[in-house]
């Protein structure tokens, strides 16, 4: 996992972030994010604090890392 993706994602969003951030950085929706979730698909680890939906600002650098081997092997 790179630093430089947690340090970006922190700097933005903070240290967790909601269902909107999470659309914003990932490029989804947040009906799509709900969705994902309730069926337990969504690639990010998330958790409820007060009622609302979080996900801690390194597991979404690690996904965005992750994407990116992914693609490089693809290639």
């Known amino acids: 996992m790179?630093?430089?993706t947690q340090m970006i994602v922190a700097e933005?969003?903070?240290a967790r972030l909601n269902v909107e951030q999470l659309?914003?950085?990932l490029g989804l929706t947040k009906v799509a994010?709900?969705?994902q979730i309730s069926a337990e698909k969504?690639?990010?680890p998330t958790y409820k604090?007060?009622?609302k939906t979080f996900a801690d600002y390194r597991d979404v650098a690690a996904y965005?890392?992750?994407c990116r081997d992914?693609?490089?092997l693809a290639a």
């Open 2 to 4: 790179s630093l430089v």
């Open 12 to 14: 933005k969003y903070g």
């Open 23 to 25: 659309a914003d950085v």
């Open 33 to 35: 994010i709900y969705n």
């Open 42 to 44: 969504f690639p990010v």
């Open 49 to 51: 604090d007060a009622g």
């Open 64 to 66: 965005i890392d992750a």
């Open 70 to 72: 992914r693609a490089r």
